[in-house]
């Protein structure tokens, strides 16, 4: 049993490698054409910036081949016997928690280095080593406080339900609508300074296309994201009454009026269409897969790896091996939000133009350096997106990609 889970997770991390290798060749090889869509200077620079990320994604897949040797080897039974509680349930929660600390310790330095070097090298971050430490301690108390709520309710689920994963699946389930609900309101302001749309001829053209789609808006809002980052994004938060339209300082100062519609029209477009809800029922199925998989665990397992079948246990080899489900299922959830994608990119270009739109769409890709060519094998496992040379094509754009 231990030998075939070590195949499988060692199948998914030589896929995971074999994808971005494939990446960076195809890349590698694209920087020599002839600029499409990007400046010559940002073609070159974009493609080099998924090189670069690329390699870091390699290096990080390793590492994270060696700590599943190590949990799987030593570190879930060195937990379990280093912390000695009794109540199985409170267990859990320090038990899991220290688990995920010591990933957390592993992962920092590739956070450091994105933040620090790689995006700081290509123009993207802005942020602050005092503001970078204040976001990791915000992150971490929340996962502490949320993660450890969250896992102190599902032990005591498997403890006293038989078919725990069931029950489990729809408790986990709701907490995710639960957050999506709350995020705009109470996660999203901890970490950005949120701030009523002040231009007031914007605002009256935002609301107008807000009203047109029929989406009642809890306001239209600003972020303080150039604090971080140069990128530029918008998006619509919320669900229900908390929905928020949020638009990044960036995205205002760098898009035109008529732009900036188009790309919230974009936005509307998935409002209108219920993709936020199609995503969050293929969250929903990809859920249920991994409560299905992980509640019915054989015992062989828990033999193998050295540890009791004990609700810590459960939850860890959860955390451990919902990457591999995760990442086998993105190939469906990419398909579908591609299509999703096309169809919003019509609803706004009806909002403006398509001439508008794809204006919109080549600034956003000048701005934030995203290289426009892509192998299919990295498209099918990680676009969500379809290439952007296809998205214009589609918009009536004239593209020569030789």
Known sequence: MLLTIGIVYFIY?????????????????AKHDTPVILLPSNYVK????????????????????????????????????????????????????????????????????????????????????????????KAVLLTAVFGGVVVWIIANIIIHIQNWWLVGFVVVFAIVVIINMIYPTFIAPLFNKFKLLEDDDLKTSIENLLKDAGLIS??????????????????FGGLGKSKRVVLFDTL??????????????????????????????????LLFLMFAI??????????????????????????????????FYMPLMGAVSRHNEYRADEYGSQVQSKEVLASALKKLANENKSFPKSSTVFKLFYYTHPP???????????????
Not at 299 to 318: R, W
Request: aromatic residues 14%.
């Open 46 to 137: 974009a493609a080099e910036y998924k090189v670069k990320s690329q390699r870091m994604s390699i290096l990080s897949d390793l590492i994270d081949y060696a700590m599943f040797i190590f949990w799987i080897g030593y570190g879930l039974k060195w937990l379990d016997m280093t912390i000695q509680i009794d109540d199985i349930a409170l267990k859990s929660v320090v038990y899991i928690l220290s688990f995920l600390a010591i990933n957390y310790i592993v992962s920092l330095p590739f956070s450091i280095y994105s933040n620090f070097y790689l995006d700081k090298k290509f123009g993207f971050s802005t942020i602050t080593p005092k503001l970078f430490i204040q976001d990791q301690l």
């Open 218 to 235: 809890e306001g239209v809002y600003t972020i303080d994201a150039s604090k971080r980052d140069n990128r530029l994004n918008a998006y």
């Open 13 to 29: 991390i030589l896929i995971k490698v074999y994808v971005s290798v494939m990446e960076i060749g195809y890349v590698s090889r």
């Open 388 to 402: 952007l040379i296809d998205r214009l094509k589609a918009l009536g754009e004239k593209i020569d990609e030789n």
């Open 294 to 327: 992980f509640g019915n665990l054989p015992q062989e397992l828990f033999n193998a790896i050295g540890v009791s079948n004990t609700p810590y246990s459960t939850i860890a080899l959860f955390l451990l091996f919902s990457p591999v489900v995760s990442f």
């Open 252 to 285: 205002i100062q760098k898009l035109q009026k008529n732009e900036l519609l188009a790309v919230l029209g974009h936005e509307l477009g998935h409002f209108k269409h219920k993709d936020i809800l199609k995503n969050i029922a293929l969250v929903g199925g």
